[in-house]
């Protein structure tokens, strides 16, 4: 799983490809930049986009391209291609040479996502928490950014005597 070569910015990212990889990563990023609320920005090594947090990723590979969604699993309905991986509700689009995805598709995916984002908030937040390694903190959201809950919940621990 080759990498494409580290960009400073997004239009680097793109002026670093060719053949049918800048052809799909051009269509794909029409789709994401039609898409008012969404920054674009170079994170990780590929093209990451958020609104109210990481919404969706375009990473060009030597022989594939990915077009993965925070929230992806509720987007299956959408594109069924669309497989589910990692934390969060991560799914991604896998597109091989002579694969497509049609523009509508994606720009509906985009929207969607979107929305997911803005209705649901920052999808790291329901993310399950991590054990932190050793010596470092486990990062916390900020108290204000917390959803409100309705009951708290206990978790009832019985002792031996």
């Not at 060719?18 to 930049?33: C, D, F, H, P």
């Not at 375009?58 to 589910?84: D, N, S, Y």
């Not at 937040?125 to 050793?134: F, I, V």
Request: aromatic share 6%; glycine share 6%; charged share 30%.
């Amino acid at each position: 799983m080759k990498k494409s070569p580290s960009a400073a910015h997004p239009e680097a990212y793109v002026a670093a490809l060719s053949g049918w990889r800048l052809k799909l990563v051009s269509a794909l990023r029409r789709a994401a930049n039609s898409a008012p609320t969404l920054t674009e920005e170079i994170k990780w090594g590929h093209l990451v986009y958020s609104a109210i947090g990481p919404t969706l990723l375009i990473r060009a590979e030597e022989t594939r391209v990915l077009f993965g969604f925070w929230r992806g699993k509720c987007l299956q309905e959408i594109e069924p291609r669309l497989r589910p991986s990692g934390q969060y509700e991560m799914a991604t689009l896998e597109l091989f040479e002579g694969m497509t995805i049609a523009s509508e598709t994606a720009r509906r995916l985009v929207r969607e996502a979107v929305r997911l984002n803005e209705e649901l908030g920052d999808p790291r937040w329901d993310a399950k928490p991590r054990t932190p390694s050793k010596g470092k903190s486990a990062a916390k959201k900020p108290e204000a950014a917390r959803r409100p809950t309705t009951a708290p919940t206990r978790k009832v621990v019985s002792r031996k005597r």
